[in-house]
């Protein structure tokens, strides 16, 4: 009879269930985590090694730029500055490096819309020019044929505020007068990197004379002259002391492009593509008062 009974029980265990220790599940949480955890480090590692790298371009272009207006600069003072440049006594040699370290420098212009940049404005001086910018066929024309002992072009800048430009070339006859000749000129935004220049007027200042300076063979013809212009009527007299002006709205304007600018150099060129290299005398006004262009 027992063995009738043990018989028909079923094959299967009426007990309960034996759950499973609550270690296991955390065991197998505590795995996940050390995945996430591993995943996460990768994560972090990649974005501190992506950061780093980033840096160190920064970095390198920003030394790469540094040491291209640097070989710039040197190139200016080996081709023996503004006073060959305006003569004519750079080479063909001097002019071709000095192009070619313009183009480097280009290269890594650090302002994208440099047109409506608060680092335009500001006095700058002019360094180089191309050999089709009116400005050096200007000084050329006036100062080319005459010996630097009789006349000179000792400084050429310009002054650019609130879109208009003062160019002063100071002229200096026999070492011992000084004359400035002045062009105004009015600037318009046409894009990040074009404006056009147009000219407005022309100025000559009345001349300063350094006596002291004036050589022993023309004191007395000088001494004629200031008195000859002692004699004259009064509104004549303070025409000559307050200087000459030209109108030249509607006679010259230009497109140019703005190919560097930072807070030391500006880079522009013409229509033909010829440089002008200004380095910077003054710096600009506050930021916070220029208006941006709108495209």
């Known amino acids: 009879m027992a063995t009738s009974l043990q018989n028909l029980v079923p094959p299967f265990s009426c ?11 955390i065991a197998i949480f505590r795995g996940g985590r050390r995945r996430n955890a591993r995943k996460t480090l990768r994560v972090c590692r990649a974005m501190v090694e992506k950061t780093v790298q980033g840096a160190s371009s920064t970095f390198a272009k920003e030394m790469e730029r540094l040491s291209a207006k640097e070989s710039l600069l040197l190139a200016f003072k080996d081709a023996g500055g503004f006073e060959a440049l305006v003569t004519g006594k750079t ?16 290269k890594l212009n650090p302002t994208p819309r440099p047109s409506t940049s608060p680092n335009l404005e500001g006095r700058w001086n002019f360094e180089w020019f191309g050999a089709g910018s009116p400005v ?9 044929r005459i010996p630097p002992t009789l006349a000179n072009l000792s400084k050429l800048d310009v002054l650019i505020k609130d879109g208009c430009g003062t160019a002063t ?13 002045i062009i105004s000129t009015k600037y318009s935004v046409e894009g990040p990197l074009r404006m056009k220049e147009e000219y407005v007027e022309g100025a000559f200042e009345s001349p300063k004379v350094n006596e ?25 007299r303070d025409a000559v002391s307050s200087g000459m002006k030209v109108p030249l709205s509607g006679t010259f304007q230009r497109l140019i492009l ?4 930072d807070d030391e150099i500006l880079i522009i060129r013409n229509a033909a593509g010829e440089p002008e290299v200004l380095t910077r005398l003054e710096a600009g006004p506050d930021p916070q008062n220029i208006t941006e262009y709108e495209s």
């Not at 004036?214 to 009527?233: N, Y």
């Not at 703005?258 to 600018?261: E, F, K, Q």
Request: aromatic letters at 10%.
């Open 15 to 25: 007990r309960r269930p034996s759950y499973t220790s609550p270690s296991t599940p």
């Open 258 to 261: 703005i190919s560097y600018l």
């Open 91 to 106: 080479t063909d040699v001097q002019c071709i490096d000095v192009n070619e370290r313009i183009i480097s420098l280009e």
């Open 169 to 181: 070339a100071q002229v200096k006859i026999l070492n011992s007068i000084e004359n400035k000749f």
């Open 212 to 236: 002291e300076a004036v050589p022993e063979q023309l004191k007395g013809a000088f001494g004629q002259a200031f008195d000859t212009l002692q004699q004259l009527p009064v509104p004549i």
């Open 136 to 144: 050096l066929l200007f000084a050329k024309f006036l100062f080319g």
